[in-house]
């Protein structure tokens, strides 16, 4: 046998043994989480599947890092979690694991051991990163000087998505972990783009155990088109919501990538971004989310005008968007009257619920004016207030009210943090927000092109506070992944190659 033939046959029987060593250790690590968590065996599978994922994506990227980011970021809007205190905010427990801190945790270690002990770059750092840690810091005060037991909890939230951040800033300024990351999102937008097609197929959730549901706002009640009930789609995510909070990240990006044309980003990558595109904004539709489509409506206006100053966006583009949203109007109004009712109709009082909810908030804000009720203490604070607006209400619907927090992340935050932490806010998401018009010199236009539509994610974030209260989720740490990875595009390693061939 020659040497490069015995070399290869070692490294497959290589890779086979670190898979068999994989599903046999991942066996029983599950059945021993198993038995301590009283668990079904469907965490069996899980756990097995992930540890023979990441087997055979080392496999294929031949580092560890590099696997354990894609996966982390395929998995990171799959809302499968474990809760780690009974302590609760007001929708979930303070405290959860999620499916995508298994992958997380080891990578951020392999990081920072290789940032201490490795010949590696300094850890990236920018004046959005000084912001950031600003927010935080004050969060921290908050979560200790309010009376809530859940906000220290709540408060390592916000710690794991500040090192999310970091991390993923630091590390996708080199061309392949920045490709690996494109990729992961990309085929985590497929699974779940796959999810809600089942979904609307089957009429059925599709959860497994582990999975958060969200019992309220599933299915939809016309009761003046004949009574018509609908069910929305949620992919793995916990409400529709959130959903189309997730399609407004990842459409920005994507449509860019069709404004550039086939032949500046190349034929196949162009013609994925079309199909997950197209894939994505009928989700968006079949979710039946008002605020996600304002979001995205938002975005796109972003894209549109910024593009045209900056030479992305011609005439036919414009003239195109026109022809896909009359043709959308039309199918939509064929095909799924829903969402036109969802427009048109009532709403089973979900606007007036917000509406009271606001008044109340402005409330708790009058009397906490200076640093707030502290983080996670709105609740709380919002049973003993009752503003002079709710004397109308129904006293089943108050008590309901005051279950919740208020659907604005604005108002939220205002009243748990204070006038400082909403401005800390503000400046985090607009320094994002303004990265593509800052000083910089551009390595490629797909460079630029990407961070604008990353940009356009942030800004649809914004437009979507507007009407969900965002507390402590998913959504709030694709924010933050989604901030590192624009920063990390925009500011390169010295050396590293155009944006074109990462993505060839």
Not at 24 to 52: E, H, R
Not at 384 to 406: I, M, N, Y
Request: proline share 4%; with cysteine; aromatic share 12%.
């Amino acid at each position: 046998m020659k040497g490069s033939e015995f070399a290869m046959a070692s490294g497959v029987r290589a890779t086979g043994v670190f898979l068999m060593l994989s599903l046999v250790s991942s066996a029983i690590f599950s059945f021993g989480l198993t038995a301590m968590a009283d668990a079904s065996a469907t965490w069996v599978v899980l756990i097995i599947c992930g540890m023979a994922a990441l087997a055979a994506a080392v496999m294929w990227v031949g580092e560890l890092k590099l696997a354990l980011l894609s996966i982390f970021l395929f998995t990171l809007p799959i809302e499968i979690s474990k809760a780690l205190t009974s302590v609760a905010s007001a929708y979930a427990p303070a405290l959860q694991v999620y499916l995508s801190d298994v992958a997380f945790i080891p990578l951020a270690a392999l990081w920072l051991f290789d940032k201490i002990f490795g010949r590696g770059s300094p850890i990236y750092w920018s004046r959005v990163h000084w912001i950031a840690l600003l927010l935080l810091l004050w969060f921290s005060i908050e979560a200790y000087l309010g009376s809530e037991p859940a906000g220290p909890l709540v408060n390592i939230n916000h710690v794991k998505y500040f090192v999310f951040f970091v991390v993923l800033a630091d590390l996708v300024r080199d061309p392949r972990y920045l490709k690996a990351a494109l990729v992961a999102l990309a085929c985590g937008l497929a699974a779940q783009l796959t999810i809600a097609a089942l979904q609307f197929i089957t009429g059925s959730e599709l959860r497994i155990q582990g999975g958060n549901v969200a019992n309220n706002g599933r299915v939809l009640v016309f009761e003046q088109a004949e009574g018509l009930h609908v069910s929305r789609i949620s992919g793995s995510l916990l409400h529709p919501n959130n959903f189309a909070d997730y399609l407004t990240f990842v459409l920005p990006p994507l449509i860019v990538m069709l404004l550039l044309g086939r032949r500046m980003v190349g034929t196949l990558v162009w013609n994925i971004s079309a199909v997950l595109s197209v894939g994505a904004m009928v989700a968006l539709i079949l979710a039946l989310s008002r605020a996600g489509w304002i979001a995205f409506g938002c975005s796109l206006a972003f894209i549109f005008v910024a593009g045209a100053w900056f030479g992305i966006v011609r005439t036919r583009h414009f003239i195109a968007l026109a022809i896909v949203a009359g043709s959308l109007t039309v199918g939509i109004s064929a095909f799924f009257p829903a969402a036109i009712y969802r427009v048109i109709l009532p709403d089973n009082r979900s606007g007036d619920s917000r509406i009271a909810m606001m008044d109340q908030a402005w409330l708790i804000i009058e009397r906490s004016p200076l640093l707030g009720v502290g983080l996670a203490g709105y609740n709380k604070a919002a049973q003993t207030v009752t503003p002079s607006t709710w004397a109308v209400l129904h006293p089943d619907f108050r008590e309901a009210l005051r279950k919740g927090v208020v659907h604005n992340k604005y108002l939220l935050t205002l009243a748990e943090t204070g006038p400082a932490g909403l401005l800390l806010l503000l400046l985090f998401l607009g320094m994002n927000v303004l990265v593509p018009f800052g000083r910089i010199t551009w390595t490629t236009p797909e460079q630029f092109a990407l961070v604008l539509g990353l940009s356009a994610a942030i800004l649809a974030q914004m437009v979507f506070y507007l009407f969900e209260h965002f507390a402590y989720d998913t959504r709030i740490a694709l924010l933050y992944v989604f901030c590192g990875l624009m920063l990390g595009m925009r500011d390169p390693q010295d050396g590293a190659v155009g944006l074109e061939r990462q993505l060839s």
